[in-house]
Every structure is written in C-alpha cells, then in structure tokens.
C-alpha cells in the first residue's frame, strides 16, 4: 500500500512541477490513464467485456432458435447488451474516483496541488471514460459477424456510437458524482450498483409499459429509451424523425451529471462533499418541477379520440397464398385495405398474428417473426385503398398459418367495433442452420486471446522498466 502512495505522491510533485505549462487537467489525466491502463485495471475491465461479449456470439451461434434470429435483431441485442456493459464499467470506474483515493489515502496530496479543482475532476473524468473508445472498438467485429452482410451493420455502429457515448458519458457523470459524496469505496460502489440496477431493470425486463404513465417512466430511464429508439429504427425500419425525443433523457442524464460535478468541483475535500441546505432545497425543487412538467407535456401530447360514424364496409386482401421455405428464410408479402362504404373509415389498424398448425408444437410469439407486427391507417375515404408491406422471418420449423386482422378504432370507451380478418398464408418451413458456428467462434476465442497477449506484453513491460529502475 506504500508504494501506491509513493507512487501516487511522485506524480502529484511532477504536477506541481510542470503545470505551469500544461494545463492541470491535461496533467492529471496523463497521471490518471497510466494508473488505469498501465497499472492493469482497465486491461482486466476490456478483458471481461470481450470475454461476454465472444459469449454472447458463441450463444447465438449454437443455440438452434437464437442463430435463427434475423441480423437486424441479433445486431441490435448485441449492441444494447454491449452499451450496457459499458455503463456499468463507466459507472463503476466513476464510483472510484475520488472515494478510492481516500481509501488509498492519496486524495490530500493530490488535494495540496495548486491546482483549478474543476480542472482536477475534468482530467479524472476523461481518464475514467477512455476505456469506451476501447471497449467500442472491440465491440465492433462481433457486431459484424452477427450482421451477415446485412445493410443494418453501419446503422447499428453509428447509433451505438453516439447513444452509447452519451450514455457512458452520463452515467460516467453519475459514478464520480456518487464518488464524491461517499466517504469510502465500500458506500460508493454500494450505491452506483443501487443506481444502475434500478435503471437496468425496467430496460431488460420484457413486456411494454402500458398507459402514459408507463410511457413516461420508459422515456425518462435513459437505458430504456436508447433502447426503445434502437429498436425502432434498427429493427422496424422506422425513422428517426419519429422517434428521436427518445433520446432526450440520455442527453439530460449526460449534461445535467457534468454540469452538476463541475459546479461542485470547486468543494472537492477531503472528506465526503457536503452541500448546503440551499443548494439541496434547490435541487429537489428543480427536480419536482421537471418531473410534474414533463408529466404535464406527456398528457397534452396523447393523441386525441377519433369518433366513429357507424361501422365502414371494409375488406382486406392478401397477396400470398402458400410458401415453402426454411428456417431462417424472409417471407415478403403485401395486403390491400379497402373502404367499401360511401363514408369515410375511422383510423384503422393491420394487426398480423402467426399460428402453429400442429397442436404438440411450439407456440409462436409474432414479436420473433416479424419486427413490424401492427400498421396504422389513419382513414380511408369511400373507395379509397391502402397498400401495406410486410415481413416475416421464419424461426421455427413446421407448418403456419399468417393472417391479418383489419381493425377499425372504437369511438370511445363504451363502444366496440367489428375486426375483419384476412386469408391466410399457409407456410411450410423445413428446418436449417443459418449461422455457421465455424464462422463465428474464430471471434469469439480471437478477441479475448489478442487482449490477453497485449496484456502480458504491457506487464511484462512494465516489470522490465521497475527492475531497471531498481537496479540503478
């Protein structure tokens, strides 16, 4: 433990020496990325994180119904487990920061330099988040041999890119702040891990909040609204115009966690931060109005009830049949919807549902065979028709029955309306393997055995420059 500290001693009389001209915050984050990458923590971080991430993708390979699933889908359950694996490195190399060093008893020399405080906790910060580059750029061949050649591979680099690094940024923020106010590692990693179980769970757990307050809660738990907005543009072809408040909370989460930690920078002790009553008021009345007044915008902007005059004659039709084909195949087929009726359609809804003809088999969850279950219409005029596309993924071996269900919006909540249902598409699917494991396990045993040889060189490097430090 005395050799960390003389360590750590010796890089803050170095600061002294030289911050005259380099900036502090360039000097402490020199000091910081050497005791985290050269002294080996952050090797050790990357190295799990390549170990799971090769685990995933060997998973994906050998089990019979996750290799069926499509690219866009097996991209975007990689990139969001890969993301949220990062946070929590981010989150737990934040909670250290300053907590550590009193642990370490090496804060009060870093403290004694005549240093900008903020300038301090700048350069801790970008040390703390330079292992997501990393980690990132490690991510990237899994993602690629996932993808299969599919158009979702720079999509899916590009979004996790700049919703990951915003993420990590945030929750970044949100480690060092915890860090600050803990006395001890022990208080500081106890409640960063608090923190990102409450925000990983509702993000993870299945099933969609239902309702404007679950909506609400899945939008501003930033994890779940990345998610959410992934999702939707990776996976079901929608745009970003349409979804891109969904990530308003992680931008919040990563301005608010800076702004916040700078500002407090110039009270950096010792002992744990404490603030004063005013500045602990302020913040729960901030908090409270944003919370009613984000509650208030989310009601205002429900979409209003549409009324229904009488019920519309509607058809709709299908364009297939019957098709033959195998796991793993892409089933395209379009339906028509038609008003009939002299009267304009209220809003209308293509809902697709996929049976399982045999009565010992599996049953099927549309959610895995098609990643737009649901088409909306706003209205048809009389004798006006609309065109829908559809996809389905084949996942499961036997014999299935698609049809659609045409859905008239109800007037109100005292009324009801009359589904129209489609003719079906009788599907044959035969069993076989999409992915092949050959392909897959050279990355999965590749990454980590690269990682564990650039580790031993930067230890053995390092012991070589102690022993020729020792024995002048």
Not at 97 to 115: I, K, N, Q, Y
Request: charged fraction near 15%; proline fraction near 5%; charge should be neutral.
């Amino acid at each position: 433990m005395s050799n960390v500290q003389n360590v750590q001693k010796v890089s803050v009389n170095k600061l002294k020496v030289s911050e005259k001209a380099t900036p502090t915050w360039w000097l402490v984050f020199r000091r910081e990325l050497t005791d985290l990458w050269i002294g080996g923590k952050a090797f050790n971080l990357v190295l799990i994180y390549s170990l799971l991430l090769g685990g995933m993708v060997y998973i994906y390979s050998f089990n019979t119904e996750l290799s069926l699933i499509p690219p866009k889908e097996a991209v975007y359950e990689m990139l969001k487990n890969a993301m949220a694996v990062a946070m929590f490195v981010g989150l737990i190399i934040g909670a250290d920061t300053f907590s550590g060093e009193r642990d370490r008893a090496t804060l009060e020399s870093l403290l004694l330099t005549p240093a900008n405080r903020r300038q301090i906790i700048l350069g801790k910060f970008l040390a703390a988040f330079s292992i997501w580059p990393a980690a990132y750029v490690i991510a990237i061949p899994y993602h690629y041999v996932l993808a299969q050649g599919d158009a979702v591979l720079s999509p899916a680099l590009f979004w996790g890119s700049v919703t990951g690094t915003v993420l990590v940024i945030g929750y970044t923020g949100v480690g060092m702040l915890v860090s600050f106010w803990s006395s001890t590692n022990k208080v500081s990693y106890f409640v960063a891990l608090g923190i990102y179980a409450a925000l990983l769970i509702p993000a993870e757990l299945p099933g969609k909040s239902a309702g404007a307050a679950g909506q609400f809660l899945q939008w501003i738990n930033p994890m779940a609204a990345v998610n959410h907005f992934l999702s939707k543009h990776l996976v079901n072809y929608r745009s970003v115009a349409e979804f891109w408040t969904w990530l308003l909370s992680s931008v919040v989460l990563a301005v608010v966690s800076m702004v916040v930690l700078l500002i407090l920078g110039s009270g950096l002790r010792l002992e744990a931060g404490r603030g004063s009553k005013l500045w602990a008021r302020l913040g729960r009345a901030i908090g409270l109005s944003v919370i009613v007044g984000l509650m208030a915008a989310s009601l205002m902007l429900a979409p209003p009830a549409y009324a229904i005059q009488g019920e519309p004659d509607l058809a709709i039709a299908i364009d297939t049949e019957a098709k033959h084909v195998k796991t793993g195949d892409t089933v395209e087929f379009n339906t028509t919807v038609t008003n009939t009726a002299a009267q304009s359609s209220a809003p209308l809804i293509v809902a697709m549902n996929v049976i399982n003809l045999d009565a010992t088999g599996d049953v099927v969850d549309p959610e895995d065979w098609s990643p737009q279950r649901t088409q909306y219409i706003d209205s048809l005029g009389p004798g006006e028709s609309a065109e829908q596309s559809w996809i389905i993924n084949t996942i499961l071996e036997g014999d299935f029955m698609v049809y659609m269900v045409l859905i008239p919006e109800p007037g109100s909540a005292e009324t009801t309306s009359h589904p129209v249902a489609s003719p079906g598409i009788h599907l044959t699917v035969d069993p076989f393997t999409r992915l092949n494991p050959g392909g897959v396990l050279p990355f999965a045993i590749g990454g980590p055995i690269v990682l564990l040889a650039i580790t031993y060189f930067v230890y053995r490097r390092r012991r070589q420059q102690i022993d020729m430090g020792g024995s002048s």
